[in-house]
C-alpha cells in the first residue's frame, strides 16, 4: 500500500483516499476479488486503476462503451500512465500495434468491449500477456434485473475458469439487493469483498413535479436557473429527443439530439460537443450518458417518467460530479405510466421479469408522490439509512400540502368499477364531471350514479387523484385494454369507506431560484484570473483535441486561483496535479498567474 500512495500522489495528484478506496485498492492489490458499488463521481476508476498500476502486468477492464473508453483513456495518457484500447475504431495496423505493446509489456492498462473479450484471438492474447487484474465496469450491465442488460457481460464468468489467478474487481453505480446477487452469480464472485460506499450525492438537488405544459416548465427551469449551463435532458422516445432538441435551439439555447437511431458520425459528434464545449445541452434516451466524466454538468432534466429508481438515479448521477451544486428535474403524468407499460408488454421478458419489472416501475412512482424527502426515500431504496430530512430536495425546501382525498378517491373509484372497468382517465373525468358527449350517451354512462358527482373537481385536479392513485397502487393501467384503468384489490377497502385517504395537494410551487453555483474558490477569488487560466486550459485541449477537463478539473483551477503557485514545486501541490501534469503544464499555468496585475 506504500506503492499504491505513491501512486495515487504521483500519478493522480490526490494526496489521501476517499473512504473505502483505500480498502478497495489494498485488496485487489494483494490478489482479492472485490465487487464495488460507488456513486457516479465517487471516484470507482482509481478502485482498479492504481492497483493496476501497483501490480505487475496490464490492467483488463471490460468497458461497455467505445466512448467511454476513449475517454478514459484520454484522460489515463494526460497522467502519463500507458493507456489504450481495442475496440472497433482501430484498423487492423493499429490492434497489432497495441496487442504488440501488451505482449511487450509496454501497457499499464487496456480497455476491452465484452464482445471483443472472448474473441479467441483476443483469449489467446490474454493467455500470453502478464495480466494484473480484471475490471468490470458497469457491472449491473450483466444483471437480467438490471437496468442496462448487455447479453455480452453472460460470458465473463469465464474469467474465473480461464485466469484463475488474476484478481476481478467489478464496478457499478447501481445495483438493489437482486442485481448484486445476480452480478456476484453470473461473474462467479462468491468469494469476493463487497464494498458499498454511501449512495448520498448532497449537492444535488432533487425537484420532481406533475407535468402539466412540459416544454413551457422546461423553458422556464432553463432560463431561470441554468442559462448557458450544460446539461442533460432525458426523453423515452427518439423522435422526442430530435423535436425537443429542434425546439430548444429555436428557443435559443445550444442543444444537441442523442439516440441509438443516429448514425454513429452524428453521435460521435454530438457528444464530443458535450464534452469539449462549455453550455451544451444534449437531448438524449438513455443511450446516452454512460460513463461520462464530464464534472460540470449542472443539471439533469427528465421530460418522461424513468423506468426504474435504478435508472432514475444514475441518469441524474452524471450532474455535479464536480461536487458544485446540481439540479435533478423532473415531471411526470399518466400517460407515462401508459407508455412504459406498453414497453414493459411489448418486452421479450417472461412473465417472472415483467412483474419484477412492474414492481420498480411502481417504486419510481412511488417516490414522485411521496410528501417526505425524496432523498431519504432514495437511499432507503438502495439499503442505506439518512436523515429523514435532507435540506436540499423540494419536499424538504417547500412541504407539499395534503387534503382529505377520501370522498374523492372513492368517486374515482366508483367510477372505474361501474363503467366496467374498461376505460381511460380522460373518459372517466368527463363521467365525473358530467361532461355531455356522444360516446358517454351511446354506452349510458350518463345515467349512472356517479354522472356528474365531481364537477366540484377541476380536470387538473382529477388527473392527479387518478395518477396518485395508480403510484400508490389502488388503480393499475391495463395496457390490454388501450390504457383501461382497473381496481387493484387494495382499493376494496377505500371503495367500501373502511378507510381514508390523503393525497398531495397540487399547488403551484414558488420557484424559488437556486442559488449560483458559487464562484470559483468562493468570493474571494479573481475572476479576470480565472478566466484566463480557463483559455488557457481551453487552448491545451484544442491542441490535443480532448475535452478541457482532461487537463485540469475546475477544482484545479479554483485551487491555483487561490493559492496562487509561484514555482513547478507549489504548482505540484495542488490537487489533481501529478508528477506528469507537473512536467507538462506547471509553466503555462504559472505564466497565466504571474501576468495578472493583481498577482504580480
Known amino acids: 500500500m506504500n506503492d499504491a500512495a505513491r501512486v495515487l500522489q504521483d500519478v493522480f495528484g490526490h494526496k489521501a483516499f476517499r473512504s473505502p478506496q483505500e480498502e478497495i485498492v489494498a485488496t485487489v492489490v494483494g490478489g482479492g476479488d472485490a465487487l464495488v458499488l460507488m456513486p457516479t463521481g465517487g471516484g470507482k476508476s482509481l478502485c482498479y486503476q492504481v492497483p493496476a498500476l501497483v501490480r505487475p502486468g496490464c490492467g483488463i477492464v471490460v468497458s461497455p462503451l467505445i466512448a467511454l ?24 495496423l493499429g490492434a497489432r500495434a497495441i496487442e504488440a505493446a501488451l505482449l511487450a509489456g509496454t501497457l499499464d492498462l487496456l480497455y476491452v468491449a465484452p464482445e471483443r473479450l472472448f474473441q479467441p484471438r483476443t483469449v489467446e492474447l490474454l493467455q500470453r500477456a502478464q495480466i494484473a487484474l480484471f475490471a468490470i465496469d458497469e457491472a449491473h450491465c450483466v444483471s437480467q434485473w438490471g437496468h442496462d442488460f448487455r447479453a455480452d457481460y453472460l460470458q465473463l464468468e469465464r474469467l474465473h475458469r480461464e485466469f484463475p489467478g488474476v484478481p476481478r474487481i467489478a464496478l457499478t453505480a447501481t445495483a438493489d439487493q437482486r442485481t448484486r446477487a445476480e452480478i456476484v452469480s453470473r461473474l462467479d464472485l462468491g468469494a469476493a469483498r463487497h464494498f458499498v460506499a454511501s449512495f448520498d450525492r448532497p449537492n444535488i438537488r432533487y425537484r420532481i413535479g406533475p407535468k402539466t405544459s412540459p416544454q413551457a416548465q422546461l423553458l422556464r427551469f432553463l432560463r431561470e436557473e441554468h442559462a448557458g449551463d450544460s446539461g442533460i435532458v432525458y426523453c423515452l422516445s427518439r423522435n422526442k429527443t430530435e423535436d425537443v432538441a429542434r425546439w430548444l435551439v429555436a428557443s435559443g439555447f445550444d442543444a444537441l439530439p442523442y439516440h441509438a437511431g443516429l448514425d ?133 425546501l417547500e412541504p407539499p400540502q395534503t387534503w382529505d382525498a377520501t370522498e374523492s378517491a372513492r368517486m374515482a373509484l366508483s367510477a ?36 356528474g358527482v365531481g364537477a366540484a373537481l377541476d380536470v387538473t385536479t382529477w388527473r392527479s387523484v387518478f395518477r396518485q392513485l395508480v403510484a400508490r397502487a389502488y388503480l393499475r393501467v391495463d395496457m390490454g385494454d388501450y390504457g383501461a384503468v382497473r381496481l387493484e384489490e387494495k382499493a376494496r377497502p377505500l371503495l367500501r369507506g373502511d378507510t381514508g385517504i390523503e393525497l398531495r395537494r397540487e399547488e403551484k410551487r414558488s420557484r424559488t431560484r437556486r442559488a449560483a453555483a458559487p464562484a470559483p474558490g468562493g468570493s474571494g477569488v479573481d475572476s479576470v484570473l480565472w478566466d484566463a487560466l480557463r483559455a488557457c486550459r481551453s487552448a491545451l485541449a484544442a491542441e490535443q483535441n480532448v475535452p478541457p477537463y482532461v487537463i485540469f478539473h475546475d477544482s484545479t483551477l479554483r485551487e491555483m486561483c487561490e493559492r496562487l503557485p509561484r514555482d513547478e514545486a507549489e504548482f505540484g501541490q495542488l490537487g489533481g496535479v501529478g508528477e506528469r501534469k507537473r512536467e507538462r503544464y506547471a509553466a503555462a499555468f504559472l505564466a497565466v498567474i504571474r501576468s495578472m496585475p493583481s498577482v504580480g
Open 69 to 92: 473508453m476513449q475517454n478514459q483513456v484520454e484522460a489515463l495518457r494526460q497522467l502519463g500512465v500507458r493507456a489504450s484500447f481495442l475496440n472497433s475504431t482501430l484498423d487492423a
Open 264 to 396: 454513429a458520425a452524428t453521435r460521435a459528434a454530438n457528444q464530443a460537443r458535450f464534452l469539449r464545449e462549455d453550455g451544451v445541452i444534449v437531448v438524449a434516451t438513455i443511450a446516452f450518458g454512460m460513463g461520462i466524466d464530464k464534472p460540470d454538468v449542472r443539471f439533469v432534466a427528465h421530460l418522461d417518467l424513468p423506468k426504474t429508481v435504478e435508472s432514475y438515479y444514475q441518469e441524474t448521477g452524471r450532474a455535479g460530479r464536480d461536487g458544485l451544486p446540481a439540479d435533478a428535474w423532473l415531471v411526470h403524468g399518466l400517460q407515462d405510466v401508459i407508455k412504459l407499460r406498453q414497453m414493459l408488454d411489448a418486452s421479450d421478458g417472461d412473465e417472472a421479469h415483467r412483474r419484477a419489472e412492474q414492481q420498480r416501475l411502481n417504486a419510481m412512482l412511488g417516490l414522485c408522490e411521496i410528501t417526505t424527502c425524496r432523498r431519504h426515500a432514495l437511499l432507503h431504496y438502495f439499503g442505506e439509512e439518512s436523515p429523514e430530512r435532507c435540506g436540499n430536495c423540494d419536499n424538504c
Open 416 to 451: 372505474v368499477l361501474r363503467t366496467g372497468q374498461r376505460y381511460g382517465v380522460n373518459y372517466l373525468i368527463d363521467v365525473l364531471r358530467g361532461s355531455s358527449g356522444e360516446r358517454i350517451a351511446t354506452a349510458g354512462h350518463d345515467r349512472l350514479p356517479t354522472f
